[in-house]
Structures are given as C-alpha cells and as structure tokens.
C-alpha cells in the first residue's frame, strides 16, 4: 500500500513568487492535513481539508490557502513568498476526519532566497 | 506558554539503556495522544497512540498518560542505535478535525 506522497521534494523560490505544493494521501483516505516545520517553531498545523471542504484552519496568514479535489489529493499555495516561509511542509492522511491515526508523507523542503 | 512541552534534549544514552521521554501539557481538552518518531530529512512516523490514562505496550515501547496530571511518556527499552532519531509528542481534542499540536520534539542519541 503506497504511502503519503508529497511533491516536489524539494523547492527554492525567490521572495515575493508564489508555489504550489502536492500531497496524493493514502488510498481511501479522505482527510488531508498541512503543517509547516521550523526548528524554531517546530510543527505547526496549517489547515486540514475533508471532502474538498476546509475543516480547520491554524494561526497563519492568508498567503497560506489550500485545496482539496475530488480524488483526495491536496494542494497548497503560499503567495508573496517571505523568508521566513522557508521551512519542511509535511502533509498528513487520516482515514477519515475524526480518525486517530495521521500519517504522515516525507514533506516538501522549501527554501526562499 | 505552549500548550505542549517537551524537553528538546538532546538526549544521549548508551545501547540497551532505558529511554524515558516526556511531555507536558495545559489544556485539559486533549483527549488523544500520539508519539511520533522523526529521522533526519523524513516525515513523522507514528510509533504510538492512546486515549485513555494508563500503559500501552507496543514492543520495546511503552505510552503512558496520566491525564490528572497532564503528563505523557514514552519508555524505549533496549534501545538501539537505530532508535537514534527525533521523537515528537502530538495530541488533540475528542472529536472535530485532524488539528495536532505537537511538542517541540526530543532529539535522541543511542550510542553503541
């Protein structure tokens, strides 16, 4: 069974650009979750989408949005790019919203320059 | 003050010792529990989770929550070099979305 698969793995953009991040879940998984990785910050959750609708969202500015489609799969977009958005996005699957079990894919390095 | 503590380390111990790795937190509301396990340039990998207070056993691992005092561990026995890694506490409220907050991770070093 394939896992989470995030693409690209990896990313660098220049300030003020925009990017778009993708995450395939599990098959059969219905709840995708973003969170963005810091070492100063560490693991913070940005949204979680559940059948093309947003479910929660967490404490980050509107640059952040994000999708979901039909198939499940997930994207991200950060618009006007900043530095401080240099960090690992990671993406979580879950069966379903209010399952326990997230599982996480490798992330997306992203480096703004 | 972060909803979730936990020590950043880094933690060093020798092969075969017993690992003790903890977390602290202030919201009453959280009701699951989970310890990830991260490698360097990997995703989170799930190792545990719970719900209730008390033990779980899985292998080496043991969860262990004790919610009166708001207090979760992980106990790695026999640890091994490949346990060497980053190990994050996570936890969220009963119910509602996928929303984890997790602890600022504990870098952890076993040495043969």
């Known amino acids: 069974k394939a896992g989470v698969t995030q693409t690209p793995r990896y990313l660098i953009k220049t300030r003020g650009q925009q990017v778009t991040l993708s995450c395939s879940p599990i098959?059969?998984?219905?709840?995708v979750s973003w969170y963005q990785q810091t070492p100063g910050q560490g693991l913070q959750f940005l949204f979680e989408?559940?059948?093309?609708?947003?479910?929660n969202k967490g404490n980050f500015p509107g640059r952040f949005s994000g999708r979901q489609f039909s198939n499940s799969r997930s994207e991200m977009n950060v618009s006007t790019l900043e530095l401080g958005d240099s960090a690992l996005y990671l993406c979580?699957?879950?069966?379903?919203?209010?399952?326990?079990?997230?599982?996480f894919g490798q992330g997306t390095r992203l480096t703004v320059v | 003050q972060k909803e979730v503590e936990q020590d950043p380390g880094p933690l060093s111990v020798p092969e075969g010792a017993i690992v003790s790795l903890n977390c602290t937190y202030s919201?009453?509301?959280?009701?699951?529990f989970m310890w990830y396990r991260q490698y360097s340039r990997k995703g989170p990998e799930l190792l545990m989770y719970?719900?209730?207070?008390g033990n779980k056993e899985d292998g080496r691992f043991t969860a262990q929550v004790d919610k009166s005092s708001k207090y979760i561990s992980l106990f790695i026995r026999d640890s091994q070099p490949s346990d060497s890694a980053t190990y994050l506490c996570?936890?969220?409220?009963?119910?509602?979305?996928?929303?984890?907050?997790f602890g600022q991770g504990t870098r952890l070093t076993i040495n043969p």
């Open positions: 979580a699957s879950s069966l379903g919203s209010g399952d326990t079990e997230a599982f």
């Open positions: 098959s059969g998984h219905r709840s």
């Open positions: 989408y559940f059948s093309e609708t947003q479910r």
């Open positions: 919201n009453s509301a959280f009701q699951y």
């Open positions: 719970t719900y209730s207070s």
């Open positions: 996570a936890m969220r409220w009963w119910g509602g979305a996928q929303k984890l907050v």
